[in-house]
């Protein structure tokens, strides 16, 4: 599957799957609510800190992975409103 967690954000993973190697100082990923674009940063920053990422996406399996799936990975930190955080099943 990849980065992108939907087929119409294909193109914009595959810009992100390419800065995996030389981060830029940062990144603005933007789009109407509902179209992706949480799920696909979410996706991203996490394959930023994975151990061995796979085509662009976390693996899944590495401690780092678990830590972030799990919710309690140090560097990785969501910073919403609080009516977007109620809406966010993964910041609750």
């Not at 920053?45 to 401690?63: K, L």
């Not at 780092?64 to 799990?70: N, R, T, V």
Request: glycine letters at 10%; proline letters at 10%.
């Amino acid at each position: 599957m990849g980065l992108a967690p939907y087929p119409w954000l294909e193109r914009p993973a595959e810009v992100l799957a390419k800065m995996l190697n030389k981060l830029p100082g940062g990144i603005l990923i933007y789009g109407p609510r509902g179209c992706g674009v949480f799920e696909l940063a979410s996706r991203f920053a996490a394959a930023v800190v994975c151990q061995h990422p796979v085509d662009g996406a976390p693996c899944g399996i590495c401690e780092e992975c678990k830590l972030i799936f799990s919710g309690n990975h140090p560097d990785l930190r969501y910073v919403l409103s609080e009516t977007e955080a109620a809406l966010c099943p993964c910041c609750r």
